[in-house]
């Protein structure tokens, strides 16, 4: 016993004094070449087969000059300018052959950057050839459906592969794709139409990747300016229909952003608009154009409410905001950079605020749906408990951490609020600069100033913080830097609302919707009552949001679950608004029956305020700074 008990004692003893297994890292094998501001020594040539739009499957052949034998990198676009973060498709990339004088150069793939290919060149090669298909997603659960059987939308970063080393802008390109016969092509990129294929004008590398193309068998096009095209694919015939005075509402959206800004920053500018129920959505900004996709009834059902009309404002401003002026973080020489997202409050936030504006301005949504809308906004940011702990500027980190996944506690979390709190901050700047100035100045002052330079030019003009605020400072003095600063590194308890009591209006709740908040309810399929219960319900009671701290957030519901019935009865929203406004005023809770997967349990939400939708209410009389603002010029 005496000597098992020692060996037992020796062994633990031993254990106890053994060290575990601690490996050193292997390094990375980084032999990417960083870009240089150099002209790439030949032009790359690229054919696309775009005639496979029953499976959506895009056939490349792609032929790459090369200077000398060796290493090289083919790299296939990541980092995407509008996406904010490394989005490019590679996983879509398929049937990758690389050959030189007809015999086979075998490829790898970085294990790093997986967007990255390394090749060694043969001796005496003159070019490489590269063969691949794109595999475009034939079901919203791979990703956005780009490819359907009347439209397409080609993104020339899907089809594409360039060569590591070089700035984008120095990479000389020369495309042709072939679509269906009987189909339209439209992109920024001008081109000449040879049969079924649209051979498009040598570019660099930059500008093709920025001039996408909408292709589809039924198009119409609209001439909105000397300058500006509004072109329209549809699944249905039907829905190119649009009424005079529809198209000119677009008309006036080019000419009183022309008049906003003072100057153009594209030779031409072409508005691609899907209305589709097979191609998914998009709002993607360009130089010289803009990918906008939107469901059946643009046209058709205008009066039905403001849909998705702030679509193309938005779209549009961009070619003044984030495309011509950058963030200087935002800008980078090639694809695989990085992108730094500091200055997207100035990039999305005042385009935002623009992008309203100019629907007001223009008339493709009325003054009142566009109030309606504001104050949709402010009430969202507003019961938003998340400001507590976030810091706006810390959500122009989304992006990357999370590519708009859903998020279970949005109002927690927080997403990409630099959209429409920088609309908020752009708002309280206008109303500083009408005090400040005895009302001669204003946001307009400052979008001359800041975007309205250099017509035609359709390069980057990049700027930093301190170039807002020295801008700002030039139109009304005063400490700019320190007022923005606060608003984005500052934690607060409410939105910033102060651009609309000082500009004329305030945030209030009545237990009726405005028109512009039932169509969002009816477009987003669901019953919106985040500013009563806390949560939103969606298609058979499945709910959609809770908000943090709410009514419903401490009855205990969440994401996952869903209502089948309100107080003994099968849940409708109609029933469950009812139950809201009966248990205004009393003390008995509002019972629910809720569903979690196979379980079910009893809920009640102790709640007796009634239904409560936002809208602005006009303080005072006559005409205010917010009045002013959305008056056409």
Known sequence: MRRAFALTALLLATAATAQNSAPQPLPFDNRVPAPRDTAYPGTITLKVDATNVQQAIYRVKQTIPVAHDGHMVLLMPAWLPGKHAARGEVEKLAGLKISAGGKAVPWKRDTVDVWAFHVDVPRGAKQLDLEFQFTGATASDQGRVSIAPAMLNLQFEQVSLYPAGWFTRRIPIQATVTYP??????????????????????????TLIDSPVFAGRNYREFKLSDRVDLNVFADDPKELEAKPEQIEAHRKLVEQSVKLFGAQHYDRYEFLLSISEEMGGIGLEHHRSSENGVKPGYFTKWNDGPGSRNLLPHEFVHSWNGKFRRGADSWTPDFRTPMRNSLLWVYEGQTQFWGYILQARSGIVSKQDTLDMLANIAASLDNRPARTWRALVDTTNDPIISARRPKGWLSWQRSEDYYNEGLLIWLEVDSMLRAQSGGRKSMDDFARAFFGMRDGDWGVLTYRIEDVAATLNAIQPYDWAGFLNQRLNGLTERAPLAGFAANGYRL???????????????????????????????????????????????????????????????????????????????????????????????????????????RLEKIGTGEGGLDRLLAPR
């Open 508 to 614: 209030i709740y009545t237990d009726e919707p405005t028109a512009a908040f039932k169509d969002g309810e009816k477009r987003a399929g669901r019953a919106d009552l985040s500013y009563s219960l806390g949560l939103s319900v969606g298609k058979g009671g499945a709910i959609g949001a809770v908000t943090w701290d709410s009514p419903a957030f401490d009855a205990g519901l969440d994401l996952g679950d869903t209502i089948v019935a309100v107080d003994g009865r099968e849940y409708s929203d109609d029933r469950l608004k009812d139950a809201v406004r009966a248990a205004k005023g009393g003390k008995d809770p509002i019972k629910l029956l809720v569903k979690s997967g196979t379980r079910y349990r009893e809920i009640a939400i102790d709640y007796h305020d009634g239904l409560r939708y936002p």
């Open 181 to 206: 016969e009987g189909w339209t092509a439209v992109s920024g990129l001008p081109a000449k139409k040879q049969g079924a294929a649209y051979v498009y004008d040598k570019t660099d590398y930059e």
